[in-house]
């Protein structure tokens, strides 16, 4: 089965930082683009990072650029999304999704996971 499984969103307090996973399942991971997506409560998607497949380019939504860091590990086939300082609007749920593979097809998302919620409250 081709897969996306988020993990380790949670309640945080302002300022805080969570670590979440991406689990990656049926392909060959490390040939793919992978991105983070968030969507705010009552909110559309948002896109916050990318990361190329084999981690030498990554990229961050303004919004999140000097808090959140995206890396990956491709001999366990998942994907992080490290945040740090986190703010009441970081308050969302997370996907990961896969790049279709295209070259030139920016910001083609064909696999989704069902996502991990991020409340940052006090």
């Known amino acids: 089965e081709v897969q996306l499984v988020e993990s380790g969103g949670g309640l945080v307090q302002p300022g805080g930082s969570l670590r979440l996973s991406c689990a990656a399942s049926?392909?060959?991971?490390?040939?793919?683009?992978m991105y983070w997506v968030r969507q705010a409560p009552g909110g559309g998607l948002e896109w916050v990072s990318t990361?190329?497949?084999?981690?030498?380019?990554?990229y961050y939504a303004e919004s999140v650029k000097g808090r959140f860091t995206i890396s990956r590990d491709n001999a366990k086939n998942t994907v992080y999304l490290q945040m740090n300082s986190l703010k009441p609007e970081d308050t969302a749920v997370y996907f990961c999704?896969?790049?279709?593979?295209?070259?030139?097809?920016?910001?083609?998302?064909?696999?989704w996971g069902k996502g991990t919620l991020v409340i940052v409250s006090s």
């Open positions: 049926g392909f060959t991971f490390s040939n793919f683009y």
């Open positions: 990361i190329n497949h084999r981690a030498t380019s990554v």
């Open positions: 999704a896969r790049d279709n593979g295209i070259s030139g097809d920016y910001m083609a998302m064909d696999l």
